[in-house]
């Protein structure tokens, strides 16, 4: 007995060090001596869970339910992985169970506002006054904070929403979620070196953190919007110094000026993104959906035709400028289509 609550206690500490792997067999050579143990059980589907085996973890942790139904705690580990399987009632109903078996536990309260929030249509301010109940039960935890930021950014209260976030990181500097959730704030207002700085000291504390990395996606990409519209405004200036005639140096003057100021501009906001940045940036397209590809696309396109219409021979150049407008011209009725076709979905869908 003694060597399985020490082989336990090793396992926990491969997860808290997020060598899930490692974890997940150590929870396993306890359960080939004892297939009983509830604890092993659940530990097995943290370690599960870590690596996105969703389903496998759901089965550990209703095994650990059927041999210890009154647990709270198996409920609490339930609620995180039906969280992520975006099992929205069955992590209400599992949150539900929490609250009722420990209702002076802080963690069965911040259940269930994950659980909550994480219903089809959210139930934002039920999750609210549960954050609140956490906060109450537990003012240290700055996983409380950080969840009661968040049901206040989904409620449209920015401002307090950052203050909550703030706490958390008061309460721990290395919170990563915390950091991520502050940074969706800033990028949320066009802050990108703000946003990009949390981030980079996110990634730092949490490199395996999917919300962090889903987010460095967000700033990759609003970057890409922002270079795209300074590249439409270069494009028409291209544009019109090529319908003037104007002399094939000033079409190259302007080009080479405006590559300049972008490189500058952009450059500040590298040095804040995290180390390897450019190496992840690469599996940006693969990473995204429609709307993030599509813009990538456009931005490619338009880095394509202005290098063309700034230093390409002149007939060269107008025929880049007539190939872009067309191309513009389809990828604008495809763009609205898209958007009808999306908000036609979503409407069926919420009836």
Known sequence: MDEDWRALAHAEQLLELR?????????????????????????????????????????????????????????????????????????????EQGVRLEPHDFTSHYQLARALLAQRRPRTRDAYAAALRAVELAPHSPDAHNLVGLCLDDLGDHEHAQTAFRNALALDPQHTLAQNNLAA????????????ALLRTAVGADPQERRV???????????????????????VVLGTLLAQDAPWWSRAVAGTAYLVVVVLLVRPLRGHLPAGVTRWGRGLWGRTRWAGRYLLGLLLLLTAAVL????????????????????????????????????????????
Request: glycine share 10%; net charge positive; proline share 3%.
């Open 213 to 235: 990395r889903q987010n460095l996606d967000a700033v990759l990409l609003v970057l890409a919007r922002r270079v795209l519209w300074s590249m439409c405004a270069a494009a």
């Open 308 to 351: 063309l219409l700034a230093f390409a021979p002149q007939a060269v150049a107008v025929g880049a400028g007539l190939a872009l407008v067309g191309v513009l011209q389809v990828l604008g009725v495809v763009a609205v289509l898209g958007w009808v076709g999306y908000a036609a979905v979503s409407l069926v869908r919420g009836r």
């Open 185 to 196: 704030t800033e990028l949320d207002r066009g802050r990108l070196r703000s946003a990009a």
């Open 19 to 95: 060598r899930d792997v490692e974890a997940e067999q150590r929870f396993r050579d306890v359960l080939a001596g004892d297939p009983s143990s509830a604890t092993a059980l659940l530990g097995l589907g943290r370690a599960l869970q870590r690596q996105g085996r969703l389903e496998e973890a759901e089965q550990a942790v209703r095994s650990a339910l059927a041999l210890e139904p009154e647990r709270g705690r198996a409920h609490h580990v339930l609620v995180d992985v039906l969280v992520d399987r975006r099992d929205g009632p069955g992590a209400h109903a599992a949150a």
